[in-house]
């Protein structure tokens, strides 16, 4: 046999072109309405994607914004601490160079420690921390802590009399308030 046959006995012909697709499924038609259907869900599909990405976006910026605040807060929480606990040490300067005997105020290790109370003072200075102005002044129970009142003194208002630990501020903030000895005047 020179001419291949099919199973139902057809000759078939190596020359001729089968359509495979239309052969195997049959041929759709898609109407205009099924189109604009398609192309509606299509973007809506594009808008809620759309959409969560602008959402997402916002969300970060939000983020990005909301730690860098808190970093900075945190920063600050932090240097307060820090110069909080410097503090006593100048105190505790202070305190030395005004009880320093007669005999030893010419030595040069002296002027070296008034050094460095006038440095621990010039850095205080520059981190914006100052000392709340005390004695002689109306007492202030936001600025003042009054440890002691002298119940003899008659007035009309209430004075500070004498102040026990110097009290700072950080700009506006009180850091650590005078102690003081309040009395009326």
Not at 50 to 75: I, P, S
């Amino acid at each position: 046999m020179s001419a291949e046959t099919n199973v139902n006995g057809g000759n078939i012909n190596p020359d001729a072109k089968v359509d495979n697709e239309a052969a195997e499924t049959p041929q759709e038609e898609v109407s205009v309405e099924q189109l604009q259907q398609q192309l509606a869900e299509e973007q809506k599909k594009a808008q809620t994607s759309y959409d969560n990405f602008v959402r997402a976006r916002a969300d970060y910026e939000n983020l990005k914004r909301r730690t860098e605040a808190e970093r900075g807060k945190l920063n600050a929480e932090i240097r307060e601490k820090v110069l909080v606990k410097l503090l006593p040490v100048v105190d505790d300067f202070e305190r030395a160079l005004l009880n320093v005997p007669e005999n030893l105020k010419g030595e040069a290790w002296l002027n070296g420690v008034n050094m460095i109370e006038k440095k621990l003072k010039s850095f205080l200075e520059q981190e914006n921390v100052s000392e709340i102005p005390a004695e002689g002044q109306e007492f202030d129970p936001r600025v003042h802590d009054a440890v002691h009142r002298d119940e003899e003194s008659t007035g009309e208002k209430d004075v500070v009399q004498a102040v026990y630990q110097k009290g700072y501020k950080l700009g506006d903030k009180v850091i650590r308030p005078a102690v003081v000895k309040v009395g009326r005047q």
